[in-house]
């Protein structure tokens, strides 16, 4: 589990989330999906609709019952219109390594401050998980929004990167003459 703590970042997905929350709660139309006239299940909201990248949602109370979800959470986390109204302590969940999400939330509701949290599901898929006060229109706070945003491919290459970076140092250092390396002002590195 990788908690990070680009502020600038994460207030920026935190202020898009609340956004998300606030139309999906006063019931203004963020976008057209099949399950807005499902109740409990509000449309997916899509973040660069042309690459099919979506962010998921939940909404739980003081209680930590949920309130209401996004379609495309439910790719991340076993949910069903069944759950809506159930405690968040009784999902299954399908991170690996990360068994907090209710006591973060609660902490969360607590503190009134913003967690985000890497996490990865056992289909090997990476999420940054925003958990953030969920503010209504009047200023009250009414319970927390999980966000979920997919950073595989993030992850992947900075896996790949690290990979390069090993074999280039092993090639460096197992070379049987000096090598070095100048930048384009002739410094050597």
């Not at 069944?82 to 299954?92: I, K």
């Amino acid at each position: 589990m990788i908690i990070r703590r680009d502020k600038a970042k994460a207030t920026a997905a935190a202020f898009e989330a609340r956004n998300i929350g606030t139309q999906a709660f006063t019931g203004k139309p963020i976008a057209q999906d099949t399950a807005k006239n499902i109740p409990g299940c509000f449309p997916s909201v899509g973040i660069g609709a042309s690459t099919g990248a979506l962010i998921g949602t939940i909404f739980v109370d003081h209680q930590l019952r949920i309130l209401k979800f996004t379609p495309s959470v439910t790719r991340i986390i076993d949910l069903t219109l069944n759950d809506v109204g159930r405690p968040v302590t009784h999902l299954v969940s399908n991170f690996v390594d990360y068994d907090r999400l209710a006591w973060d939330t609660q902490d969360v509701l607590d503190a009134l401050m913003l967690k985000e949290v890497d996490v990865q599901t056992t289909e090997g898929k990476w999420y940054t998980m925003y958990i953030i006060p969920y503010q209504t229109l009047d200023n009250a706070i009414e319970g927390a929004a999980i966000t979920f945003v997919d950073i595989t491919v993030v992850k992947r290459t900075a896996a790949k990167l690290l990979e390069s970076k090993l074999q280039f140092r092993t090639l460096i250092d197992q070379a049987p003459v000096t090598i070095s390396v100048r930048t384009l002002r002739g410094i050597c590195m």
